[in-house]
C-alpha cells in the first residue's frame, strides 16, 4: 500500500469549532483513514479558538499581504489531528459563529474569507510547502469549493481533487463583481466555469472543476440529481454522474462510546442494557419530565431549520401527549421554532422538555437515556445523530430520505428477531405519517423483549469510520491512478 497525502480543506472541525456534522467528519476522518495508509492534514481558517488551541504552532509560511491583509500559515497538530491553519487575523480573527455576524446575518465578506482560504489549499497543492505535497486535495462544502477551480487554471502540475457535498442547500454564491477580488480569471466566468445565472457560486465551481464528487450517502448522491434536491445544480450533477458517488459517513466512537461516556450518568454497553434506565431517569430529572418509567421518551437533537422537519414533530404534539409519550427537545436555529416548541413545553409541563442552545453534555445524556431519537427531516444528505442513536440504543425514528433511508430499517420491512430492523421509518409529506410513525413506535414499546432486540440490533450495527473512510481511501488511490494514466 502506498502511502498517500492528501490535503483535506474544512471551514470546522469537532472539537475546536462545530457547527454541524461537517465539523464530526472534518474532525474523525483523517484519523479513521490512517489505517489506509492516507496521511491527512486539514486546512481550516484561524478563527480564535483555533489559534488558542494551537499554542507552540510552527509559522511555515508568511505574505504581508493576501487577500487584503498579512497572513501566516501554521502547522500543528490538536489532538492527533494535523491542522495547516490559515492565520488571517483580518478574515478570521472574529470569535463566535464562524459564518454569521453578531447580528444573525452572513459575514459581508464572506467571499473574500472562503476564497482566500481555497486559494491557500490550491497554492499548498501545487508546492507552497515543500514538506507536504498532497496528491490530493479533498474540499469539503462550499467554503472550499473554490480549491478545485484554482487548480483547473493554474499553470503547472497539480494533484487530484475530490469535491464533498454535506449540503446542497448552502452554496456560495456572491456577485459576478467579486470575480477579481477571488484571483479568477475572466474566462472562469462561464457556463461551464464558476458562473450560476449571472452569479460566482463556490459549490458550483468545486463540482465543476474536482476530479471527483462525493456526498455523504448513497441515496443522496441520487437525490441531488434530481432538481428539486439538486438545488439548481441537479443538471450539473446529472451531467458528472459517472464521477459522483455517496460514501456513508461514519461516527467517532471514541467519542460516542456509551461504555465509556464522561457526560452520562450511568455507562452501559449491550450487555448492560439495564443500566440504560438510570441515564433515563436524570434525563427526566434534569429536564423536568415526570418520572413515568413507562411513557416512550422521543429524543431530539437537531439544528431547528426546515431541513430538519421539526415544524412536522410541533404538529404531532398532541399524538405525542395523547397517546402518553413524552419528548426532550434540545435545539438551536429558527427564532419561529424555537418559540413554537417552548410554548408547546410551557403547555404541557412534565411531557414535553425543551432546551434551546448547544449543549454537548446534554446531547450525549439524551442519546442514552431517551427510548427512541426522532429525525424528521424533509432532506438529510447523511445525518449522525440517527448513527449515535444506533450505538446508544435509542431506536430511531426517522424519514425515509438520504442518509438516514439508508441507515435505518423499518421494522416492517425487515425482522427485528434476525438482527436487521433498528428503527422506524416513514414517507415524508405530512405529519400524519409521522404521528403515524410515532404511534406504530409507541405500540413496539409497549413489548419489552421486543423493543429490547430492538435496542440490540441496533446497538451492533457497524456506525464507526472504519470501512467507510477505506472507500475514501480506495477513491483518493483512483483519482490518482487515473491522472498519472492521462499524463501517460
Ligand atoms: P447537520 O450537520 O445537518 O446539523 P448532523 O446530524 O449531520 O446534522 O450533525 C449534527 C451534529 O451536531 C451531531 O453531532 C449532533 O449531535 C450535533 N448537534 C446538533 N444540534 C445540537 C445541539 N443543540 N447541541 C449539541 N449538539 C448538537
Ligand atoms: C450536513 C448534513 C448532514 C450530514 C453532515 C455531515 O450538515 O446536513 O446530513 O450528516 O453534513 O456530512
Redesign the pocket.
Known amino acids: 500500500m502506498t502511502p498517500l497525502r492528501v490535503l483535506a480543506v474544512a471551514s470546522e472541525f469537532y472539537p475546536i469549532i462545530k457547527t454541524?456534522?461537517?465539523a464530526?467528519?472534518a474532525g474523525a476522518l483523517p484519523i479513521a483513514l490512517r489505517a489506509d495508509g492516507i496521511e491527512t492534514r486539514t486546512l481550516v481558517p484561524g478563527y480564535p479558538d483555533v489559534i488558542k488551541a494551537l499554542p507552540t504552532a510552527e509559522v511555515l509560511l508568511d505574505w504581508p499581504d493576501f487577500h487584503g491583509g498579512p497572513v501566516r500559515l501554521l502547522g500543528g497538530s490538536h489532538r492527533s489531528l494535523d491542522l495547516l491553519v490559515l492565520d488571517a487575523p483580518h478574515l478570521f480573527a472574529r470569535p463566535g459563529n464562524p459564518y454569521l455576524a453578531p447580528d444573525g446575518k452572513d459575514w459581508p465578506d464572506n467571499g473574500v474569507r472562503f476564497a482566500a482560504l481555497s486559494r491557500m489549499a490550491a497554492d499548498i497543492g501545487q508546492g507552497a510547502i515543500p514538506s507536504f505535497l498532497p496528491d490530493i486535495v479533498h474540499a469539503h462544502d462550499w467554503q472550499a469549493g473554490l480549491a478545485p477551480a484554482y487548480l483547473h487554471y493554474a499553470n503547472g502540475p497539480r494533484p487530484g481533487t475530490v469535491m464533498t457535498v454535506?449540503?446542497m442547500a448552502y452554496q456560495g454564491r456572491f456577485p459576478h463583481d467579486m470575480l477579481d477580488a477571488f484571483g479568477l480569471p475572466p474566462e472562469s466566468f462561464t457556463m461551464h466555469g464558476v458562473e450560476y445565472y449571472g452569479t460566482i457560486s463556490f459549490l458550483k465551481a468545486g463540482l465543476q472543476f474536482a476530479d471527483r464528487i462525493t456526498t455523504?450517502s448513497p441515496t443522496y448522491a441520487v437525490e441531488i440529481q434530481s432538481d428539486e434536491a439538486g438545488m439548481g445544480l441537479g443538471g450539473l450533477l446529472r451531467e458528472r454522474s459517472q464521477v459522483l458517488s455517496g460514501i456513508l459517513?461514519g461516527i467517532d466512537t471514541s467519542v460516542w462510546n456509551p461504555e465509556a461516556d464522561p457526560y452520562i450518568a450511568a455507562r452501559f454497553g449491550a450487555n448492560e442494557l439495564d443500566s440504560r434506565a438510570a441515564n433515563r431517569a436524570a434525563l427526566q430529572r434534569q429536564l423536568g419530565l415526570d418520572p413515568s418509567p413507562n411513557a416512550l421518551l422521543l429524543g431530539v437533537i437537531s439544528r431547528l431549520t426546515w431541513?430538519k422537519g421539526l415544524d412536522l414533530l410541533l404538529d404531532t404534539i398532541a399524538t405525542i401527549v395523547g397517546e402518553g409519550m413524552q419528548l426532550a427537545l434540545l435545539g438551536t436555529g429558527d427564532r419561529d421554532i424555537e418559540h413554537r416548541y417552548q410554548a408547546a413545553a410551557n403547555a404541557n409541563q412534565g411531557r414535553i422538555a425543551v432546551v434551546i442552545g448547544y449543549d454537548e453534555a446534554l446531547a450525549h445524556l439524551i442519546q442514552a437515556g431517551a427510548d427512541a431519537l426522532v429525525v424528521p427531516s424533509r432532506f438529510?444528505?447523511?445525518?449522525?445523530t440517527q448513527l449515535c442513536a444506533l450505538r446508544y440504543g435509542a431506536v430511531p425514528i426517522v424519514s425515509g430520505v438520504?442518509?438516514l433511508a439508508d441507515t435505518v430499517n423499518d421494522v416492517d420491512e425487515a425482522d427485528i428477531a434476525d438482527g436487521a430492523a433498528t428503527g422506524f421509518l416513514f414517507s415524508l409529506g405530512t405529519d400524519e405519517a409521522l404521528a403515524a410513525a410515532l404511534c406504530r413506535a409507541n405500540k413496539s414499546f409497549q413489548d419489552k423483549p421486543g423493543w429490547r432486540q430492538l435496542q440490540l440490533n441496533g446497538m451492533s450495527t457497524d456506525v464507526s469510520w472504519r470501512d467507510r473512510a477505506s472507500r475514501y481511501a480506495v477513491l483518493y488511490r483512483e483519482v490518482v491512478a487515473a491522472r498519472r494514466n492521462d499524463m501517460h
Not at 438529510?380 to 449522525?384: D, F, V, Y
Open positions: 454541524g456534522g461537517l464530526d467528519v454535506h449540503n455523504v459517513n431541513q438529510e444528505p447523511c445525518g449522525l438520504g442518509g
